[in-house]
């Protein structure tokens, strides 16, 4: 959860540097209603091992991690915290 100027280049920076590698990237939808929530994962991803990066968006309830990890692994790890499964892009009509 980076913050100003400073935090947004970062950022980008980092997702570029994530696209160059190819590594895999996880979304999950998390049951997260508060800062605290967001927090609590948070501080969960921030010691999975393999994680590179990753991202916690409470208002969209998503969390997206790039690393060397596996959807199930990552799954796994934030369902021990949250519920959580994987984020399904829209369904086209």
Known sequence: MAHGRQG????????GRRRRLRLPTVELRVSMHCYG???KV??????MEGVMWFEVDLERKKVVVTGNVTPLE????VSK???AQLWM???PC
């Open 8 to 15: 947004a280049e970062l950022l980008r920076r980092l997702r």
């Open 37 to 39: 929530c967001a927090k």
């Open 42 to 47: 948070h501080k969960h991803i921030s010691k």
């Open 74 to 77: 990552v799954l796994q790890s």
């Open 81 to 83: 915290v949250k519920l």
């Open 89 to 91: 892009p829209p369904q």
